[in-house]
């Protein structure tokens, strides 16, 4: 069944989301059936909606729909009509309004050249400024999303060919991407210039692949060759791989979400184990706020590897105490409130034999607006829990993010507006403790946050915002992609 993309399941609205996944392959038989599978293990990236673009040399075939990548490209017949060696495809994470077809990417342009496709991670901050412009100047917008203001500056640019002409549509845009384009015979990797959200390169078979995570390249089995650089664009062809730098570089600025909460724990990023990393946050989270417990349990699934390091770090047992349902379906909710109110029963479950009469340490990921804390919490009381202490393995989330992660507005996250013991009383737990910013950063490695030059994107703890802000301090739309509040 094909659940809904048009509203966003009631257990995940107290979470961030990724904004999305972004794979293609070059010169691979299995082109379109690689990219399926490369998809598939970026679904956690972007459940709302996929779409995949090939091209057998002759034309472009295209198939977007709402829903999971399971069910869109399930059926042999459908594969069938992907032809060629060559495919994009895309992921993504609807942040307002609909999920139209329209917003489904890859998306795709004729010029004058031939057949463009793209397939964009992150979020561009000046993408309303632009959008204004371009109207005026006659562009007509087929979608709502930010991505398409490539394909119009694209369309628009002097130069002759298309890797110039897209190296010059981005010196125009500001903000977080990571891009995968195909051209009639070419395949298109860049990074923006800090390098916000990652991107891949991989070898399978002879054939190029670039994709979001290295979890992508893991399930069809291709070797990792390396990271795209910040600000590299990467042009792939019949003659292999040419590295351009044609942005003048800057210190690059990972986003830290990435390790916490985002990437999947078996990728790695930037040549960094998202699940090393999660274990040293835990680590640190220990050393930091430990108190005296029986038992550390993690909140499934992102808390897991974070509640191994806290674990190992004080020598208390480490216990499933939480047991996660994969299997709840958001349309088996949605029709009834009576049973809404649920909540996260349906999703987590507590076990009573774990938790009766212990003290236990919680360790989550992050709080967002509190209402799931809330429920877990309730939970593990409920399951003969002496004690509770929620542990978060990443600093207070303060602010928005404007670079391609779905948060809500600074007025409805909880630690914004709260103190700790204000946030501790909210969500009922014994005591309440986050990592600390330096305590995040000496779990990736560095001594301490460098406050004159930070190592990562980390503006969703600290308000500093490495990439302009244009459209918000403009006064325009909204943080997120959706111009449907905008230009209706
Ligand atoms: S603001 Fe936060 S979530 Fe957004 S890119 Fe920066 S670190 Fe990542």
């Not at 369309?155 to 051209?183: C, F, H, K, P, W």
Request: proline share 5%.
């Amino acid at each position: 069944m094909i659940e809904s993309p048009r509203l966003p399941h009631p257990l995940d609205m107290d979470a961030l989301h990724e904004e999305c996944g972004v794979f293609g392959v070059f010169g691979h038989i299995d082109a379109a059936a690689l990219a399926a599978l490369g998809l598939h293990a970026l679904q956690h990236r972007g459940q709302e909606a996929a779409g995949i673009v090939t091209y057998d040399g002759k034309q472009f075939y295209s198939h977007r729909a709402a829903g999971h990548v399971g069910d869109i490209f399930s059926s042999p017949a459908l594969m069938d009509h992907l032809p060629g060696l060559v495919a994009i495809g895309h992921n993504r994470y609807s942040t307002t309004g609909e999920t139209a077809l329209r917003n489904i990417q890859p998306l795709f342009a004729d010029y004058e050249s031939g057949g463009f496709a793209l397939s964009h991670n992150g979020n561009l901050t000046n993408a309303t400024i632009l959008r204004r412009e371009l109207v005026r100047r006659g562009c007509l917008f087929q979608s709502t999303t930010d991505t398409e203001v490539i394909i119009h500056l694209i369309a628009i640019s002097e130069q002759v060919n298309t890797v110039d002409r897209l190296i010059e549509a981005l010196r125009r845009v500001v903000g977080a991407y990571s891009l995968v384009a195909m051209t009639n015979d070419r395949m298109i990797g860049v990074r923006d210039q800090m390098g916000i959200r990652p991107l891949v390169i991989g070898m399978l078979d002879g054939a190029y692949v670039l994709a979001s995570e290295t979890c992508a390249l893991d399930i069809i089995g291709a070797d990792f060759l390396r990271d795209v650089a910040p600000g590299e664009v990467v042009v792939i062809d019949a003659d292999g791989l040419t590295s351009l730098k044609p942005f003048a570089p800057v210190a690059p600025r990972l986003c830290v979400f990435e390790y916490i909460y985002f990437a999947r724990p078996d990728s790695v990023v930037d040549g960094s184990s998202v699940y090393e990393a999660r274990k040293r946050i835990g680590v640190e989270l220990a050393r930091e706020s430990h108190v005296d417990a029986d038992v550390v349990i993690p909140v499934p699934d992102s808390g897991v590897p974070s509640a191994m390091g806290y674990s190992r770090e004080t020598g208390l047992p480490y216990e499933l105490g939480i047991i996660r349902n994969h299997y709840v379906g958001r349309t088996f909710i949605e029709p009834s409130d009576h049973i809404r109110h649920l909540g996260v029963k349906l999703k987590h479950n507590a076990s009573r034999a774990v938790i009766e009469g212990k003290r236990v340490i919680l360790v989550d990921d992050s709080i967002v607006r509190g209402t799931t804390s809330v429920k877990i919490i309730e939970m593990m009381r409920a399951a003969g829990a002496k004690e509770v202490h929620l542990r978060i393995s990443s600093p207070p989330t303060i602010n928005s993010c404007y670079y391609g992660v779905d948060t809500p507005e600074r007025t409805e996250l909880l630690a914004a507006n709260r103190t700790i013991e204000e946030m501790r009383a909210f969500i009922g737990a014994d005591s309440l403790a986050y990592v600390s910013i330096d305590g995040l950063y000496r779990a990736m490695g560095h001594g301490s946050r460098n406050s004159a030059q930070p190592q990562y994107c980390d503006a969703c703890f600290t308000g500093e915002y490495p990439v302009a802000l244009a459209d918000r301090d403009g006064g325009e739309a909204t943080p997120q992609l959706s111009f449907l509040s905008s230009f209706g």
